[in-house]
């Protein structure tokens, strides 16, 4: 048997290399990534703030500081994964020298 590759063959392997690049840059996106951290460690903190005791709020001079870092925290990471849904990464461009395959 021949290991040989068609053109077609080679020009769609390529393709859908290309197309799981793509996919992988998107799941990996800085800002998705940073939004979920922000939002999960906001749930947490604003949850510590709501239940500060008296105490807790004492040593801040009454302010209930966990409870508004935690609502920072979850502004910035809900703006953080909204940027992502409304402006997606766009898919990258084919190559200028790359002519597509002749049927």
């Given at each position: 048997m021949s290991d040989h590759y068609s053109d077609r063959d080679v020009q769609r392997e390529v393709t859908e290399l290309e197309k799981n690049s793509a996919t992988a840059a998107r799941l990996f996106d800085i800002r998705r990534i940073i939004g979920g951290?922000?939002?999960?460690?906001g749930?947490?903190?604003t949850v510590a703030g709501l239940t500060?005791?008296?105490?807790?709020r004492a040593k801040t001079q009454g302010?209930?500081?966990n409870l508004w870092t935690g609502l920072g925290?979850?502004?910035?990471?809900?703006?953080f994964l909204a940027w992502l849904w409304l402006r997606p990464?766009?898919?990258?461009?084919?190559?200028?020298?790359?002519?597509?395959?002749?049927e």
């Open positions: 951290l922000f939002v999960v460690y749930v947490i903190v500060a005791s008296d105490t807790d302010i209930n500081i925290m979850l502004a910035l990471g809900l703006f990464l766009a898919p990258p461009a084919p190559a200028s020298g790359e002519e597509e395959p002749a």
